[in-house]
């Protein structure tokens, strides 16, 4: 499953472009993981830099673990290691907290640095991320893996507008690379349309999504809708309308999940008073629950007794 998407509609600094070749080769990232870096991000450079590698790939990018602080030097990163372990922790407020994951929600402008540091590592792995600076205008939620009682890890985050004319509830999420294909994307996902829920909103994220994106949305709508219809048809009838006010999915994102599932016969039918209507196959989503080995009956990721709200 992938778990980094974006949106094209994530965008307005100057300073960045999403065009640039990838010019960081690896990044070491904390004390133990180095990986590849996905895509490019000139932001990292200053001018002379800029001029440095747009024809060498910089071999090592070391970013710190916790606050994300960077830098090409891995001298400079041991240093700040060391004094950053013993005086840093995330910031923002604790908004969920259950078994070994927490969420922390971090005002983009109130602790600026943090978040510009954390939107230009992203940067070198979601290849549509553009906003790196001007942070202001939105929330981040930090997924943080409790290792040990004495450990923590942040291990991804997705970032919200505070203020979205659509009523989008996510703008860029990204499960950092050491930590993909363990499902905590879907967490995120999940969490994201649980805040909807709780603010009364029918959510969506920004589009257009990457292919990584759509798919990982795909399987939540998909699961949650399949979870849902049993619980919620009437005499087996069941409107658009019904399944999106049950999940807080908006409507065009269940049409959609339902047409991938290829579950919506006779589109072009009409009721007595000549409305459209369509019939939902339950035989077909069953399929897609089985080719998938979905467990229906599996808890939520998310225990919505322990969102922690104002």
Not at 247 to 268: C, K, P, Y
Not at 296 to 306: G, K
Request: charged share 20%; with cysteine; glycine share 6%.
């Amino acid at each position: 499953m992938g778990d980094s998407v974006s949106s094209k509609n994530d965008s307005s600094s100057s300073n960045t472009s999403v065009a640039d070749p990838r010019n960081v080769k690896t990044v070491v990232f904390g004390e133990e993981f180095e990986f590849d870096a996905w895509y490019g991000c000139s932001s990292y450079f200053s001018d002379e830099e800029r001029k440095k590698y747009a024809r060498n790939l910089l071999e090592r990018l070391y970013v710190c673990s916790r606050c994300f602080k960077y830098t090409s030097k891995g001298s400079e990163m041991g240093q700040h290691l060391i004094a950053c372990s013993s005086s840093f922790s995330t910031p923002g407020k604790l908004i969920y907290q259950y078994n070994q994951f927490s969420i922390r929600e971090v005002d983009g402008g109130k602790d600026k640095l943090y978040c510009q540091c954390l939107s230009l590592f992203a940067a070198l792995f979601v290849d549509t991320k553009s906003v790196c600076f001007a942070v202001d205008r939105f929330k981040f939620y930090i997924l943080i893996h409790h290792v040990s009682s004495k450990k923590e890890q942040a291990v991804g985050f997705f970032s919200k507008e505070k203020l979205s004319w659509d009523e989008n509830n996510l703008a860029c999420i990204l499960i950092f690379p050491p930590f993909q294909g363990q499902g905590l994307g879907q967490i995120l996902i999940e969490f994201s349309y649980q805040l909807s829920i709780l603010e009364g909103k029918l959510g969506s994220p920004e589009k257009p999504l990457s292919d990584h994106g759509r798919k990982s949305y795909l399987l939540y709508w998909c699961t949650t809708i399949a979870k849902i219809l049993p619980h919620i048809e009437h005499e087996r009838r069941v409107s658009i309308n019904d399944i999106s006010y049950a999940t807080g999915i908006r409507q065009d994102d269940v049409i959609d999940s339902l047409q991938s599932m290829n579950a919506m016969q006779n589109l072009h039918a009409t009721d007595v008073e000549g409305n459209p209507t369509m019939t939902i196959s339950r035989d077909r989503i069953a399929a897609w629950v089985a080719k998938r080995n979905i467990n229906l009956q599996a808890p939520s990721l998310i225990d919505i007794n322990c969102i922690i709200v104002p």
